[in-house]
Nanobody, 120 residues
Framework: QVQLVESGGGLVQAGGSLRLSCAASGNIFSINSMAWYRQAPGKQRELVARIYSGGTPNYADSVKGRFTISRDNTKNTVYLQMNSLNSGDTAVYYC??????????????WGQGTQVTVSS
């Protein structure tokens, strides 16, 4: 009942930048937290950054100072600005959004994933 559409992934050279976007749509009453996760080949999915409705973000230690998460509540969209990318950032990136539907039920939806590849 909540759909997420991600965009912005691609191939970039080390030291470069990318900006990911994730737009939520559907029977949304409210959005609590919006987050980005990533999963590299052979590794577990890990939290990259999360931002709550009040705007307070938190980051994985590996991306602090390089990545910035932000959200536009008028568009139900979350962004991830990624700077100074390195090969360790290569992964499929997923957005995760949770909140409440207009029915009052809670939801927790995931995007389809977008590939980020950093070449050295």
């Amino acid at each position: 009942q909540v759909q997420l559409v991600e965009s912005g992934g691609g191939l970039v050279q080390a030291g470069g930048s990318l900006r990911l976007s994730c737009a939520a749509s559907g029977n949304i009453f409210s959005i609590n937290s919006m987050a980005w996760y990533r999963q590299a080949p052979g590794k577990q999915r890990e939290l990259v950054a999360r931002i709550y409705s009040g705007g307070t973000p938190n980051y994985a230690d590996s991306v602090k100072g390089r990545f910035t998460i932000s959200r536009d509540n008028t568009k139900n969209t979350v962004y991830l600005q990624m700077n100074s990318l390195n090969s360790g950032d290569t992964a499929v990136y997923y957005c995760d959004v949770d909140g409440r539907l207009s029915t009052g039920a809670r939801y927790d939806s995931w995007g389809q994933g977008t590939q980020v590849t950093v070449s050295s």
